[in-house]
């Protein structure tokens, strides 16, 4: 997000200098996610946030001279339950108005799309073909590399540890090497926001949750695309990671807090969910494991734009999940309102100020 930010700030000739506490880019959530990109969201904003966001994915070599391994595959959700089949058909309606080529599909059509998959109590498939994965490291690497070459500074190893105020305005940030003079400070600190947002004195609404993901060793059904299937019920979701099967699932009993160690009794719920849906699974051993974290805000929706509160004070954070795939279009909006430019999506419904004024709308396709 940061870099995102960095670039298209950097494309209007606007000095930047991004902060990043670790010794390399894409430590955190970014770099530990599953590099999921769709359009399949219930929320009409979260779908233009991908419209647009996956329109520069596909332009992102052009415009940066960088692979990001796109694979426009799909996402597949197998919906089991009456309620939810009502939500998804919805759903796909809106996405279609907005010219998204959702289809639900009647169990015998998921057949055709991946094997192996027990559908005994699916009752249809919410699918996108505009959906897919990319690298989330390619992505994230691409724009610091043009953000440099426009002139833009990246300290890492710079920890924030403080925000100067005078009166009603941002006077610096500090780090630990020092004092940034500055006007406009964004606050893209994704799981971290809360902390950042107490410096300025805003209260920024979004807790860290960890999420896990495995990778299996290659074994023989493995499937032969790079599919996105979401069990929704369950949320259990894999695709194909090189020779094996990238897995992961949301654990409802997960309190918040920074862990990011792997918890390695959890897998065995991962997996006993996932081969009662992939039953191939049962024949797979874990290559790898990693954990990171969700910056989940209280609707599910990110915090984008200026706080009403402070001046000069921005967010970009509170994706609950989605922020990788949102990050290219969210960096270009975000240099448009500190530009005092009008965006090409309207954010006032992801403004903080929407929940002191209980004018919040849930996304309910949350895995």
Same mark, same amino acid.
């Given at each position: 997000?940061?870099?995102?930010?960095?670039? #298209?700030?950097?494309?209007?000739?606007?000095?930047?200098?991004?902060?990043?506490?670790?010794?390399?880019?894409?430590?955190?959530?970014?770099?530990?996610?599953?590099?999921?990109?769709? #359009?399949?969201?219930?929320?009409?904003?979260?779908?233009?946030?991908?419209?647009?966001?996956?329109?520069?994915?596909?332009?992102?070599?052009?415009?940066?001279?960088?692979?990001?391994?796109? #694979?426009?595959?799909?996402?597949?959700?197998?919906?089991?339950?009456?309620?939810?089949?009502?939500?998804?058909?919805?759903? +796909?309606?809106?996405?279609? +108005?907005?010219?998204?080529?959702?289809?639900?599909?009647?169990?015998?059509?998921?057949?055709?799309?991946?094997?192996?998959?027990?559908?005994?109590?699916?009752?249809?498939?919410?699918?996108?073909?505009?959906?897919?994965? +990319?690298?989330?490291?390619?992505? %994230?690497?691409?724009?610091?590399?043009?953000?440099?070459?426009?002139?833009?500074?990246?300290?890492?190893?710079?920890?924030?540890?403080?925000?100067?105020?005078?009166?009603?305005?941002? +006077?610096?940030?500090?780090?630990?090497?020092?004092?940034?003079?500055?006007?406009?400070?964004?606050?893209?600190?994704?799981?971290?926001?809360?902390?950042?947002?107490?410096?300025?004195?805003?209260?920024?609404?979004?807790?860290?949750?960890?999420?896990?993901?495995?990778? %299996?060793?290659?074994?023989?059904?493995?499937?032969?695309?790079?599919?996105?299937?979401?069990?929704?019920?369950?949320?259990?979701?894999?695709?194909?990671?090189?020779?094996?099967?990238?897995?992961?699932?949301?654990?409802?009993?997960?309190?918040?807090?920074?862990?990011?160690?792997?918890?390695?009794?959890?897998?065995?719920?991962?997996?006993?969910?996932?081969?009662?849906?992939?039953?191939?699974?049962?024949?797979?051993?874990?290559?790898?494991?990693?954990?990171?974290?969700?910056?989940?805000?209280?609707?599910?929706?990110?915090?984008?734009?200026?706080?009403?509160?402070?001046?000069?004070?921005?967010?970009?954070?509170?994706?609950?999940? #989605?922020?990788?795939?949102?990050?290219?279009?969210?960096?270009?909006?975000?240099?448009?309102?500190?530009?005092?430019?009008?965006?090409?999506?309207?954010?006032?419904?992801?403004?903080?100020?929407?929940?002191?004024?209980?004018? %919040?709308?849930?996304?309910?396709?949350?895995?």
């Amino acid at each position: 997000m940061g870099c995102s930010i960095a670039y #298209h700030l950097a494309r209007q000739n606007v000095r930047v200098i991004l902060l990043e506490r670790e010794p390399r880019l894409a430590t955190g959530a970014t770099g530990r996610c599953s590099g999921g990109v769709r #359009h399949q969201f219930s929320n009409p904003a979260n779908v233009q946030l991908s419209i647009a966001s996956i329109r520069k994915l596909k332009n992102f070599a052009d415009e940066l001279d960088c692979e990001i391994d796109l #694979h426009q595959d799909g996402y597949l959700f197998l919906i089991t339950r009456a309620e939810s089949l009502a939500h998804f058909r919805k759903s +796909a309606a809106m996405q279609n +108005a907005l010219d998204v080529p959702t289809e639900i599909l009647p169990v015998e059509k998921i057949g055709e799309l991946v094997e192996h998959v027990n559908l005994g109590d699916v009752l249809a498939g919410s699918y996108c073909r505009e959906d897919g994965v +990319a690298d989330p490291n390619g992505v %994230t690497l691409g724009y610091a590399r043009k953000a440099r070459q426009l002139g833009t500074e990246i300290a890492l190893e710079n920890e924030v540890i403080g925000i100067r105020r005078e009166g009603s305005r941002i +006077a610096a940030v500090c780090t630990r090497s020092g004092e940034i003079a500055t006007r406009v400070v964004v606050n893209a600190a994704g799981p971290w926001s809360a902390a950042v947002g107490e410096m300025a004195g805003v209260e920024v609404p979004v807790r860290p949750y960890r999420r896990h993901v495995f990778i %299996t060793h290659g074994f023989a059904e493995v499937p032969r695309n790079h599919l996105f299937v979401i069990d929704f019920d369950t949320t259990f979701y894999f695709h194909r990671e090189g020779e094996g099967v990238l897995m992961g699932m949301s654990d409802p009993d997960e309190p918040s807090s920074f862990r990011d160690a792997v918890d390695w009794e959890f897998l065995d719920r991962v997996t006993e969910v996932g081969v009662r849906r992939f039953p191939p699974l049962a024949n797979a051993s874990i290559r790898r494991a990693w954990a990171g974290l969700y910056e989940v805000t209280p609707d599910a929706n990110p915090i984008l734009g200026e706080a009403s509160q402070l001046p000069g004070f921005f967010l970009a954070t509170g994706f609950s999940g #989605h922020g990788f795939m949102h990050g290219p279009v969210v960096g270009e909006l975000i240099a448009d309102l500190i530009l005092r430019r009008r965006p090409q999506i309207d954010t006032s419904g992801f403004s903080l100020d929407r929940f002191a004024q209980s004018k %919040t709308r849930s996304e309910a396709n949350v895995v």
